[in-house]
């Protein structure tokens, strides 16, 4: 069984900075795209940043986040940093079977985790 946990969410200010781990089980993705989604409440689950043979990012968090993986760890990690009030949602880890050009685009990842908290205090 395939599972994604997310870690590393919790309550920040305003330019500080959180690093969200997702740990992969049930097989491995070091060839799969893996994004991180984020969801606000009263909005839409909007596309954050991807990872396959490149990285991916949305253009409201280009130069402050960035995604990593560790195939050995079959993890991905997003390092945000300069975090904004705006920045706060439930951040989901999302997995593709395989390689997807369309990143952004939720209906293409296969496996979801449960999502963290993000919450950034003005």
């Known amino acids: 069984q395939v599972q994604l946990v997310e870690f590393g969410g919790g309550l920040v200010q305003a330019g500080g900075s959180l690093r969200l781990s997702c740990a992969a089980s049930g097989r491995t993705f070091s060839s799969s795209t893996m994004g991180w989604f984020r969801q606000a409440p009263g909005k839409e689950r909007e596309f954050v940043a991807a990872i396959s043979w490149s990285t991916y990012y949305a253009d409201s968090v280009k130069g402050r986040f960035t995604i990593s993986r560790d195939n050995v760890r079959n993890t991905v990690y997003l390092q945000m940093n300069s975090l904004k009030p705006e920045d706060t949602a439930v951040y989901y880890c999302?997995?593709?079977?395989?390689?997807?050009?369309?990143?952004?685009?939720?209906?293409?990842?296969?496996?979801w985790g449960q999502g963290t908290q993000v919450t950034v205090s003005s």
């Open positions: 999302a997995a593709n079977r395989g390689y997807t050009g369309s990143y952004y685009h939720a209906p293409e990842y296969d496996y």
